[in-house]
């Protein structure tokens, strides 16, 4: 894959929910090649392409993180703040979608530098609708840092 190319990273450990982020983006037609990881220890690895992607190129970043925050192995706070520590991720989008409204966690999840945090409806159908407008602004509307 090339630096250029729009990948959209999900990080989420519920299979049901990881089956319907992906099916609103495709059905929606955002074209985008669609990596999903179960936990915040994937999720870094695959960003700094070490451990099981260590294979894969480091420079192509995806172009948006939808991280949730209930994680095993590494939680999603501090999956943002070793994003946010380092100096080639920095920058890098990063939505928490979750299903916490706690506000700790929103709190939180600003203060170590998130871009958006929406939490998750119960809704399917407005579950479907989130995803949709997240994906239509993320990869068609947002014009990201060179």
Do not use: C
Not at 8 to 27: C, G, S
Not at 90 to 105: A, Y
Not at 118 to 131: G, L, Q
């Amino acid at each position: 894959m090339s630096p250029q190319a729009k990948t959209i990273l999900v990080v989420e450990d519920n299979p049901d929910d990881q089956h319907l982020i992906t099916r609103a983006l495709k059905k929606n037609h955002v074209g985008n090649e669609i990596v999903v990881v179960g936990d915040g220890e994937q999720a870094l690895d695959y960003v700094f392409a070490r451990g099981a992607h260590a294979g894969r190129e480091a420079t192509a970043l995806p172009q948006v993180v939808l991280l949730d925050l209930r994680l095993p192995k590494v939680d999603g706070l501090q999956v943002l703040r070793q994003l946010r520590s380092d100096e080639r991720t920095r920058s890098l989008p990063v939505v928490i979608l979750t299903s916490s409204d706690e506000e700790r966690d929103i709190v939180e999840s600003y203060r170590f530098g998130a871009n958006s945090y929406i939490r998750k409806p119960v809704d399917f159908t407005e579950f479907m609708e989130a995803v949709r407008n997240l994906g239509l602004y993320w990869m068609l509307l947002n014009t990201p840092l060179p």
